[in-house]
């Protein structure tokens, strides 16, 4: 009965052999695939867990040797030390006698934290507001991107130094000032992404089956605005290390008994003059986050959101 | 009057031209040995889905590939020159001079940040020796002749200003300002409203009347085809697959294909309880059937279809690719052959060039 | 709640193939339906899009009227075809009878009730009889989402959580729409646009609705693809008992579906009849123009020419009058100011024309 009609009705499309021959890829995957096609973006991802790794691990490592010691001053570089522990001080000591990489990777360690931590505040703020003001539109929104310019015209940085001075140089109060001056971008992105979305026709759709607005963005809208908010947070992560380090190199970041890369600058430059070198290796590591953060930002985007480019083979 | 309209041989001939293009996911042979020609003053319509090649046969004769597409195979003379030898001097010269083409999107093919005048007056003194001036003067003329009103001030318009079926009249005064012996038009009214597609189609056909130019009309709307063309050239999966003169095309078609798209459309004068259907879709040209392309979807498959059909006479000036007879009967060879015996016979009964 | 895992044909008459010779009359009559019962009727609709600027972007500059005063009645089972060009105002049109656009004024009724009256719960509950296909198979799919997803979410929604009873009910659904159930893992970007378009539709039919509004469902597909589509909405119309708005633009495909046909110009509704009856003689000279326009895939029919001069005017400034006077091959002195209201011009036949009498069917004949 209803089965002969739909074999007959089955038989005049007949069309769909050619689907069984391709793997089932969801949308995911096929992003997965294509962001291990793009080597430098894998490059830059490695980059980052490694130190991510290292700065984790050396310091607990490397243990009493990232004090200043006399005995130590100037040893040279050693995996072990005399007594058979292993040091990790690859790049020797200091003048002061500190392990240099140990400290080096201890100081990424709290920059990255920073950056990563930073991020989150902004993607949190940034999404939140983006959202509202796409999916409401009208007057919230209006209202919402009068408090982006608001915010935007203000000098971030001479918040976050008078943010910092009033609440103290801890890494917290670093944290939190950055991410409060910085989530405009995370909600221009976002509420772009969102007002285009509205008028998505699948979007249009699912509010025609009767979806609840909390669905609705939740599984149609938030998803693909997740695409350029991964890409602004991995640039976003590059950005708040490097404003982190420029403003503990002047002084108005955390304290410089604290290790991060830009408290090392700055304890390097005093000392310019007798241990040139030591301005090298925090140098080096800022270039590397910076870098792999940018490929990794690269990749995502392509990943995430591909224009159908035929690639030549 | 050029060497060939003298001889009376064909404006445009494309012999075997064979346009592939080389992708991570395979090669896809978006043209795979189309022949056909244009004579003087005639209007080759070339119909086909997507996926068929059309727009790239159109690109090809331009030399407007770019990678990963190239041109492996063939020739396209234009007046007994092969456009594809030509270097790329020359082959600028002919562009735009005796061979133009229009887009089927107005908007993307004008420069937003030239006016219309502009546009067209770089056209023209690009291929003449006219001054700036003398370049305008003929923007304004040409303007008048596809019927925009109030010429001059148009001129200095920005594509913006301009609605769409304004904007395809500009591309056609743009395109025919030199004065072209061959007009290569791509869907030049799929993106238009009806009312405003019957306008264009009246300025190209007063126009060719005038100027007795050749069109080579690339379209999917069979309606479009059968109002404008005098011959019919039938693409699919990158081949010819019938071609013949309008009337023959319409009225008596020999390809299944053909038959099957013809059966299919809705006509405006007729009304049918039930619609034709071509089962099945148009293969992927990563994964296209040995022999006839079409045997997939065809109503009339035998099993010599496994076996590259011959493109043959089957009518005063009308060819098919298939191996039914000139009277819709299962070849002379056999339904069943196969193998050397089929291609043998296939061989014997083919017009196309190897 | 109904049950929604057997999706059942509703009578006898879905095992048949074709819908033979049948009037849209005598199929409703066949299922035990009353056609003439109206099921959606739109009452004085009117939708403007303000444009806005100035500081702040607040001021009221002028207005978009993309549907200005619009009446008809949808009976139900019949299909009621709406052609028109850019800017008519069609799309919109559907787009509020759907409520995802909100009115400017005006009322729609369904099944009696007014739709812009109800809360957000009885919203939902009557979004279940009122569907959609949209026109771009490419963007009306979530490529996030499986094909099992997608067309299951109007079940989830709705109340079915258990999620075999659904995946079963849309397995029945693809199967339907002639896809093979065995892809309901799989994901868009796999499917050509005609199985996309097919995928959309089964979407519509998953809540068991009684209106669909079809926008444009066939112009973004190839024409041999085309008449698959519209035979299988043709068939799913019998088989579910649908009622249908088909909105389009190429008339040849809607007088196909359609029992009646609307034609509207630049926010209006200018012309409405029963199907033959519109195109073997319209009584509208825009409907003759637009007629006349249609190129036919015959070299040897010749038919009378009407070519409109000028370009359609804006919606935001329509003429005075009568809309179309600017363009219009028969227009008067009275066209310019007084606008012509949609009246009766002989057996239910409606058009929006002073001189509506006076309008002569398009002449055509074949030549050898």
């Excluded at chain 3, 363009?327 to 009275?334: S, T, V």
Aim: with cysteine; hydrophobic share 45%; net charge negative.
């Amino acid at each position: 009965m209803a089965d002969t009609t739909i074999d007959v009705r089955q038989a005049q499309f007949d069309d769909t052999e050619d689907i069984d021959r391709t793997e089932v890829r969801s949308y995911w995957q096929l992003a997965r695939q294509r962001f291990v096609h793009h080597r430098l973006a894998v490059a830059g991802a490695i980059t980052l867990v490694a130190l991510i790794v290292l700065s984790l691990v050396v310091p607990a490592i490397a243990g009493d040797t990232l004090r200043v010691s006399a005995s130590r001053s100037f040893a040279p570089p050693e995996i072990f030390n005399d007594e058979g522990d292993m040091t990790l001080a690859i790049l020797g000591y200091s003048r002061t006698g500190y392990n240099i990489f140990g400290v080096l990777m201890a100081a990424t360690g709290t920059s990255l934290m920073i950056g990563f931590a930073a991020v989150l505040i902004i993607v949190i703020i940034g999404v939140s507001v983006g959202s509202v003001a796409g999916f409401a539109g009208g007057w919230v929104d209006n209202v919402l991107m009068r408090v982006v310019d608001i915010a935007l015209a203000l000098p971030g940085l001479f918040i976050i130094i008078a943010f910092v001075a009033f609440w103290g140089a801890s890494i917290w109060s670093i944290i939190i000032a950055i991410g409060i001056t910085g989530w405009t971008l995370a909600a221009r992105l976002v509420r772009a992404e969102f007002l285009s979305l509205r008028e998505a026709d699948y979007v249009q759709a699912a509010r025609a089956l009767g979806a609840s607005p909390r669905r609705i963005i939740m599984r149609h809208m938030l998803p693909p605005a997740f695409a350029p908010i991964i890409v602004a947070a991995s640039l976003g992560v590059a950005d708040s290390v490097v404003l982190e380090a420029a403003l503990s190199f002047l002084g108005f970041g955390i304290s410089a008994d604290q290790a991060s890369l830009g408290t090392l600058l700055n304890v390097a430059f005093e000392y310019l003059n007798r241990e040139p070198y030591l301005v090298l290796f925090p140098s080096i590591v800022l270039v590397l986050i910076v870098l792999a953060a940018n490929f990794l930002g690269d990749g995502m985007r392509d990943a995430l959101d591909p224009r159908q480019r035929v690639e030549e083979r | 009057m050029t060497a060939s309209a003298r001889s009376g041989g064909p404006l445009l001939e494309i012999k075997g031209l064979k346009t592939h293009f080389f992708t991570q996911d395979g090669t896809v042979k978006a043209v795979d040995g189309v022949t056909f020609e244009i004579g003087h003053g005639q209007t080759l319509g070339v119909v086909g889905e997507s996926g068929c090649g059309k727009s790239i046969t159109s690109l090809s004769v331009m030399r407007l590939i770019e990678r990963p597409g190239k041109i492996v195979a063939g020739e396209i003379l234009l007046n007994g020159d092969d456009l594809l030898t030509a270097s790329d001097e020359e082959v600028r010269e002919i562009r735009g001079d005796q061979v133009s083409m229009i887009f089927q999107e107005p908007m993307t093919s004008l420069n937003p940040v030239f006016t219309c005048g502009e546009q067209i007056s770089e056209a023209v003194q690009q291929h003449t020796s006219a001054s700036s001036r003398e370049g305008m003067d003929r923007a304004i003329e040409m303007l008048g002749v596809v019927g925009i009103p109030d010429a001059k001030r148009r001129a200095h318009e920005y594509p913006h200003q301009l609605s769409g079926g304004m904007r395809q009249r500009v591309m056609i005064a743009m395109a025919l300002s030199t004065d072209p012996d061959l007009l290569i038009a791509d869907e030049p009214t799929t993106a238009l409203d009806v009312t405003i597609q019957a306008q264009i189609l009246e300025v190209m056909r007063d126009l060719r009347q005038k100027n007795r130019m050749a069109i080579m009309l690339i379209t999917h709307d069979l309606g479009v085809v059968a109002e404008m063309a005098d011959e019919v050239v039938v693409m699919y999966s990158g081949k010819v697959v019938e071609r013949g003169d309008v009337r023959t095309i319409f009225g008596n078609p020999h390809h299944p294909y053909t038959k099957g798209l013809l059966s299919s459309i809705p006509r405006l004068d007729e009304r049918v309880e039930r619609l034709e259907v071509i089962k099945g879709t148009v293969p992927s040209p990563y994964n296209l059937p040995t022999g006839c392309l079409f045997k997939r979807r065809c109503p009339y498959r035998m099993p010599i279809c496994d076996v590259a059909p011959p493109y043959q006479v089957v009518g005063e000036e009308h060819a098919s690719r298939c191996w039914l007879t000139p009277a819709g009967e299962a070849p002379d060879v056999g339904a069943d052959a196969s193998g050397e015996e089929a291609e043998r016979a296939g061989e014997l009964l083919t017009v196309e060039p190897r | 709640m109904t049950d929604q895992t057997t999706i059942a044909p509703a009578t006898e008459e879905a095992g048949t193939q074709t819908s033979g010779g049948q009037t849209s009359a005598q199929r409703t009559a066949a299922r035990g339906g009353v056609e003439g019962a109206p099921l959606l009727e739109v009452s004085d609709l009117v939708k403007h899009f303000d444009i806005r600027g100035g500081l702040l972007g607040v001021s009221k500059l002028g207005a978009v009227r993309a549907v200005d005063g619009v009446s008809f009645t949808v009976k139900e089972g019949e299909t009621l075809g709406l052609v028109g060009e850019s800017g008519c105002g069609k799309t919109t049109l559907g787009k509020v009878i759907l409520r995802l656009i909100p009115p400017t004024s005006g009322t729609v009724t369904f099944e009696g009730k007014p739709l812009f009256d109800l809360n957000a719960r009885q919203l939902k509950a009557a979004r279940r009889d009122i569907q959609v296909v949209f026109q771009d198979p490419y963007a009306s799919l979530n490529p996030r989402m499986s094909v099992g997803e997608i067309v299951g979410e109007g079940l989830f929604v709705h109340g079915m959580s258990n999620k075999h009873e659904r995946e079963s009910a849309v397995r029945e659904l693809l199967k339907r729409v002639g896809l093979n159930q065995q892809h309901i893992h799989r994901y868009p970007h796999e499917f050509s646009g005609g199985q996309r378009q097919r995928i959309g539709i089964a979407r519509a039919l998953a809540l068991r609705p009684k209106f669909i509004v079809c926008d444009e469902p066939v112009s973004a597909l190839d024409v041999s693809i085309q008449s698959q589509v519209l035979n299988l909405l043709s068939d799913l119309q019998d088989e579910f008992e649908l009622t249908y708005l088909f909105i389009a633009h190429n008339l040849a495909v809607v007088r196909h579906l359609s029992s009646r046909v609307g034609v509207m110009y630049l926010g209006k509704l200018v012309e409405l009849a029963d199907a033959d009856q519109l195109y073997q003689n319209p009584k509208h000279p825009y409907t003759k123009a637009l007629l006349s326009a249609i190129p036919i895939p015959d070299p040897t029919v010749r038919r009378e020419r009407i070519v409109l001069k000028g370009d359609l005017p804006s919606p935001a400034n329509p003429p005075s009058g009568c809309r179309f006077h600017t363009r219009c091959p028969m227009a008067q002195e009275i066209c310019k100011t007084d606008e012509p209201p949609l009246r009766d011009v002989g057996g239910g036949h409606m058009s929006a024309c002073h001189f509506a009498e006076d309008v002569t069917p398009l002449q055509a004949r074949r030549s050898a």
